[in-house]
């Protein structure tokens, strides 16, 4: 069969992307890219470490990151993001800006990290108060807290796991009960860091909940990888990335927080459109003009227009 006419593939547009080793998150990081850019993703070798300080200064070494990059230039992406949360602040502003410095020189292509592009997007949206959600140890936790403080930024409230390994796993439910712990004192925005960390259905949700901007790492990382190549990252009801998200309920900040996430509430997660509760909870109906709200209640419909005590027919 002659398919010539076709006229495909049609071209893509190329994002390089070097993730740790343990990296689980792929099929996330695809859902923020348009159908005209492909990724193109590495991974820093294996180290038999786990999550830990050490194991974020490893997976940053300036040697892994020029051959990963070079590696991913074979197949000529525009642009590089080093997505990993903790081995991009490990060093703080300077060693984050240090690593942004190897990968280009390396590949020669613009290039950045994952907390890099967390400082813009805070830049984005005027955020100077953070919280901060982790499922790190305390340890990084607070090398976080001191990288977000070196660029100015205030941590105003934080949660964190704990975890050393298999932080994919963490469940949805687990990110909004930290959320909820760590905005108590009302920043700007709220921050889920790791790229590790699932969160793409969660955005939505806690900025409907929390009333304020939601990021976190994977987002901010495949939303500043696009914008360099003039593209727009794919993210309905996300602040960030939706201006109609933004003019909404996360613009609402000087509101207090919205009730907790329930089965059957306006809030429940995966209901971002706040459709009410049962009809139990639910405010009571207008009354009908001109009728008592007891007869309304049991009010005939009216008449169609082609009913003889109806509207005349057009």
Known sequence: MDVSFLGGPHPQRGVGVVAPFDFALDRELWRWIPDDVSLHLTRTPFVPVEVSLDLAR?????????????????????????????????????????????????????????????LDALEELGVRRVAVVTPYTRSVTDSLEAFLG????????????????????????????????AVVDAPDALFISCTNLPTYDVIPQLEAELRMPVLSANQVTVWSALRRIGKDAVGPYQALLDPVARRGPASMSSLPPGPPVHPDGATELGNPAGVPGPAAEREPEPAVAGVEPEAAEGAEPPPFPDDPGGLPPL
């Open 150 to 181: 070196e660029a100015g930024i205030e941590v105003t409230g934080r949660s964190y796991l704990g975890l050393t390994r298999e932080i994919w796993r963490v469940p949805y439910r687990d990110v909004v009960d930290m959320a909820r712990e």
């Open 58 to 118: 490893l997976v940053s070494e300036h040697e892994t990151l020029r051959e990963a990059v070079q590696a991913l230039c074979a197949v000529a992406p525009e642009v590089v993001a080093y997505a990993c949360t903790s081995g991009s602040f490990v060093g703080g502003t300077v060693g984050e800006r240090s690593m942004c410095a190897a990968m280009e020189l390396s590949g020669e292509v613009p290039s950045l990290t994952t907390s890099g592009a967390l």
